[in-house]
């Protein structure tokens, strides 16, 4: 799956301007900076076709990748970034919240959170938030490659502890962006869900 050529499609901020649901996608969402949009292009093996920065805020809209004739994946803007003006914030939270609700072709919602910090009072929320509705997420955590083995497994174990105080049980999957751990893992656990 993975090995067919991806193409952008479209960059939107509303459910309407969506492609058509035809075939099945997957979303990327977390805190800006936390590494999503690179995270794309491991998985799609690019180097820049979604655009990183190291500074929070780079990707603003919903970014559409096409991979093959088969899936979608979508690169969301990151949430917690303070320069965005409050009003905007709020008005791309109800477009992501009811794109996230009402979109009929997502399979899956990744949600990534950074492998050397405990998950964020935000990140809580959308875990609860998801669960609550129902939607199937995995939790995946960036940057591994920048803490010991042990430290990131110390991680994953809060993590767990997290979501099962909210009584979550989900994927969680460390990975690195930089030296590909994890990127294999990701690949089937996407599979699994677009062929559900
Ligand atoms: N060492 C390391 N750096 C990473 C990894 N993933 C991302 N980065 C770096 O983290 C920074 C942010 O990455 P992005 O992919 O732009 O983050 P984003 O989540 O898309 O951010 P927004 O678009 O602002 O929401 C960049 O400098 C990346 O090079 C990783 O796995 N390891
Ligand atoms: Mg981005």
Known sequence: MFNQKPAFIKSTTVLEECPP???PEVCFAGRSNVGKSSLI????NKKKIARTSNVPGKTQQMNYYKVGDDFYLVDLPGYGYAKVPKKERERWGQNIRSYLMDRQNLKLVLHVVDARHDPSRLDEDFFYWMAMNEKPFSVLMSKADKISRN???QSKAK???VLK??????PIIPYSADNRDGIEEIRSLIK?????
């Open 21 to 23: 649901p035809e075939i």
């Open 41 to 44: 292009n491991a998985l799609l």
């Open 151 to 153: 430290k990131v497994n």
């Open 159 to 161: 993590v767990r502890r």
């Open 165 to 170: 105080e909210m009584n979550i049980e989900v």
């Open 192 to 196: 699994e869900f677009i062929n559900h």
